[in-house]
């Protein structure tokens, strides 16, 4: 799981990120770990006041990985992999499914295929989607990089 950074302007303005805490609060509910993957490169006025085009515009060049960004896909993939192994080695050798990590491991013809790594991105507010769109590029460019297939969830508190 992971969340949509602030600036460092906005960060001490407001003295906390509402989507980082939102992500501390449902990791901490649902036993994921909370990985910090991107950071702000720019800070952008606020998007409330913004048409789409603007909010678009704003967002295309805002995000960046995190320094140990890249390090921690690769990470996060290897222990999603080793623990897929552990479960499908420990399924009857008949077993068409693997119980707890069939969405890590795939079928194929040759044997078991691993998957993607799923992510879960966290924002306070959608409006557009640009904000995570953007976010959302910059995770699937780094694991693009590191010949790591990504899949991203969004999970937003409001809609405006």
Not at 15 to 28: I, K, M, P, V
Not at 29 to 37: E, G, T
Not at 58 to 82: C, K, R, V
Not at 116 to 145: E, F, H, K, W
Request: proline letters at 4%; one cysteine or more; glycine letters at 6%.
């Amino acid at each position: 799981m992971t969340y949509v950074p602030v600036s460092n302007e906005r960060l001490a303005e407001r003295g906390f990120n509402q989507a980082e805490r939102l992500a501390a609060g449902l990791a901490a509910a649902v036993r994921l770990p909370v990985v910090d993957l991107l950071q702000r490169r720019i800070n952008t006025t606020k998007q409330s006041f913004k048409t789409r085009g603007e909010r678009i515009q704003t967002m295309q060049d805002a995000f960046a990985m995190q320094p140990d960004g890249l390090e921690l896909i690769y990470d996060l993939y290897q222990a999603n992999s080793q623990f897929a192994q552990k479960e499908m080695h420990s399924q009857p050798a008949n077993s068409s499914t693997i119980q707890g990590a069939s969405s890590n491991f795939r079928p194929t013809k040759q044997g078991w295929e691993i998957g993607p790594l799923r992510l879960l991105m966290l924002d306070d507010i959608y409006t557009t989607g640009s904000t995570l769109d953007a976010c959302g590029q910059v995770i699937l460019n780094a694991g693009y990089s590191l010949n790591i297939p990504i899949e991203i969830y969004t999970l937003t508190l409001a809609r405006s």
